[in-house]
């Protein structure tokens, strides 16, 4: 009874998931010629768009409508909205980038992109990753929420529906927990913590080849989209080796006392 | 005409963050002669803490003091920025990467479209300009990046403990805040979207992690909370703070507020000890910064080693109290 008479209050809903393909950052990273070596990398889903993903399939779940994964990126990237939607997401956006340009695209492009397609598509829920453990800047998904005027939370850990088009969300702040109420439509950002993201099924894998996955190439929604960008990338190096990795000898009592030595004498960063 | 560069500040309770001053010493390594440094001040009851910032040396202060600014709440804040950015017009924005910041940030760079560069550690003058360093792949790599010209303002937040603080107050005592200018921003009107409900504090300890100098940090090999008492004791000792790996909060062993790492707080003290920590590539996220590395783990395999200035190989319990207790004696 109490089931259906909230399912009743909710409508479905459009959600729209943003997604990008990363460098699996357990994988050894080495730079050939001033660039991160691709070649024999593992890619996966990054892991905060995974928390993204599910928390959609659940609203999907609870609520019924529909779930669409887009992605800005090269070809490559389609493998990851398959595994999005062998999850059970519904429908897949590539908007195609070439590989040479991809490793130009700064949060700017990307969301501009982003933009282009979603600014006519209205979904009233859109979820994303809090970063990108790549490149770590956390920026396109909140930059599109101000493209499409639509309220954010970021970092959430934690998403209710309530009445009507209500929403409470639960915010990470660096430990401290914010809870805000958010009127739909509105973009939120998944922090580590939100759920369990489910592993794709057998038979969702089959259903998930039948899928649509759409392509769109990036330059049909923005012609001239490499001059647009804000920043530029003018090197990439691997951080200097640590100073000494010594490891100490000897009975506890010992090695404390070469570890106290060491920290003052040649870290000089005590006493 | 000389360009204007802006430094967002920010309150924890009713002080300014220390990653305030430091913006403010960045601001002040980006300034050539002809630049004015303003600063924006969003909050409620400053006036204690607007006088603070305006013997930092900076030209104009713009305060926005509201109840409803008392908790951060994206929309409001960002209303403020908005007309910070409008009245001041800067070239070159200044953030913390902190909560507040790196949520902030995006909103006003996709609001003027310019380009941002996120989590910067360092930058430099070279024959291009200014070129800025931020680590990339958790930390794998660091990558340099500057700003197209055209894209302007320069929107940047830099991560906390990574840039000297101004040496504010003492050397300033001379500027004459008179001639600092003042600007209130009018009462805001409360967003139609969205609202902040409560604030669950868990900030514990007295010292933000975030600037800390020495920070002593348990992982599941802690095995208890009470497992976290000898951290506690080193940690007091040494003026240092107590942090956690995800495991260790996740066991229950402490609070999620401790938790270092990519999904927690990303630190650069001067020493960080790692205790019972294998050394996840998500918790190197949060520390492979600092300064210098202590690991401590019976594990001589464990990974931490790999990333550690100095490692004992060793059981925690008996290592720790005998570091406290001469750490104790050396210190008095
Ligand atoms: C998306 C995502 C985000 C994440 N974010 C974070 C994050 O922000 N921060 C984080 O820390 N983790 C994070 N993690 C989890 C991370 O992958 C690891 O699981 C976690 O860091 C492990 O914690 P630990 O080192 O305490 O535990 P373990 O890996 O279990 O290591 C315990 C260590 O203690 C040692 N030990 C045991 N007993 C003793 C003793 N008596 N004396 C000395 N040493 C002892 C063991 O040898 C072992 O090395 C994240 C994971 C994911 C998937």
């Given at each position: ?271 | ?111 003027t479209k310019s380009g941002q560069l996120s989590d910067v550690v360092s930058f ?209």
């Amino acid at each position: 009874m109490t089931f259906l008479s909230n399912e009743s209050a909710h409508s479905p809903l459009d959600i729209v998931v943003l997604m990008k393909q990363t460098f699996d950052t357990e994988e050894r990273v080495s730079i050939v010629n001033g660039q991160v070596r691709q070649d024999g990398v593992k890619w996966v889903i990054n892991p905060y768009d995974e928390y993204a993903v599910e928390e959609a399939l659940r609203w999907k779940e609870a609520y019924g409508g529909k779930v669409t994964v887009i992605s800005v990126g090269p070809e490559r990237c389609a493998e990851a909205l398959r595994t999005a939607l062998a999850m059970g997401a519904d429908e897949a956006i590539l908007i195609y980038v070439e590989n040479s340009a991809a490793e130009q695209l700064d949060e700017h492009v990307v969301s501009s992109l982003l933009h282009a397609v979603l600014k006519d598509q209205s979904p009233q829920l859109l979820l994303a990753g809090h970063f990108s453990v790549d490149q770590g800047s956390a920026q396109v998904a909140i930059r599109l929420s101000v493209l499409l005027d639509i309220p954010h939370v970021s970092a959430i850990t934690k998403l209710v529906r309530m009445e009507g088009q209500r929403v409470k969300a639960d915010r990470d702040a660096e430990g401290d927990t914010e809870r805000l109420e958010v009127k739909l439509p509105a973009l939120f950002t998944a922090q580590q913590g939100l759920n369990e993201p489910r592993y794709p099924s057998l038979p969702g894998i089959i259903k998930a080849k039948k899928k649509p996955l759409t392509q769109i190439d990036a330059l049909t929604l923005y012609p001239d989209f490499s001059q647009a960008v804000g920043t530029l990338r003018t090197s990439i190096e691997l951080p200097p080796p640590r100073l000494s990795g010594k490891l100490f000898a000897g009975s506890p009592a010992e090695q404390v006392e070469q570890l106290i030595r060491s920290l003052r004498d040649e870290a000089k960063c005590i006493g | 005409m000389g360009r204007t560069i802006a430094v967002i500040a920010e309150m924890r309770g009713n002080q300014l963050r220390q990653v305030t001053f430091e913006a403010l010493h960045a601001a002040e390594l980006l300034y050539s002669p002809g630049d004015r440094i303003v600063a924006l001040l969003i909050g409620y009851q400053l006036d204690a803490v607007s006088n603070t910032l305006m013997q930092t040396g900076i030209q104009e202060l713009i305060i926005a003091d509201d109840e409803s600014y008392k908790y951060y709440e994206p929309e409001v804040y960002f209303a403020a920025v908005r007309t910070f950015n409008d009245i001041a017009s800067p070239d070159i924005i200044l953030l913390g990467h902190t909560a507040m910041g790196r949520d902030l940030a995006p909103m006003l760079a996709a609001h003027t479209k310019s380009g941002q560069l996120s989590d910067v550690v360092s930058f430099e003058a070279s024959e291009a300009g200014w070129t800025f360093r931020r680590p990339v792949y958790a930390g794998k790599a660091f990558e340099s990046r500057r700003f197209v010209d055209r894209a302007t303002p320069w929107i940047i937040t830099i991560r906390p403990n990574n840039f000297k603080a101004i040496d504010h107050l003492e050397d300033r005592v001379s500027t004459d805040i008179a001639n600092v200018k003042q600007t209130f921003l009018p009462t805001p009107s409360p967003s139609l979207r969205s609202v902040v409900h409560e604030v669950v504090q868990r900030m514990s300890g007295a010292i933000d992690l975030t600037e800390a100098k020495i920070i002593i940090s348990g992982g599941r090999g802690v095995k208890s909370s009470d497992g976290f008492k000898p951290l506690e004791q080193l940690a007091s000792v040494l003026n240092g703070a107590v942090g956690a790996s995800r495991g260790a909060c996740d066991a229950g062993y402490c609070d999620y507020s401790l938790q270092v790492g990519q999904t927690g707080k990303v630190v650069t003290p001067e020493i960080y000890f790692a205790c019972g920590i294998s050394g996840a590539i998500q918790h190197l996220a949060g520390m492979s910064q600092s300064r210098v590395i202590v690991a401590i783990n019976i594990d001589p395999e464990a990974p931490i080693f790999q990333v550690a200035d100095y490692g004992i190989v060793g059981d925690l319990f008996e290592i720790i109290p005998l570091l406290t207790s001469e750490f104790r004696k050396m210190l008095t």
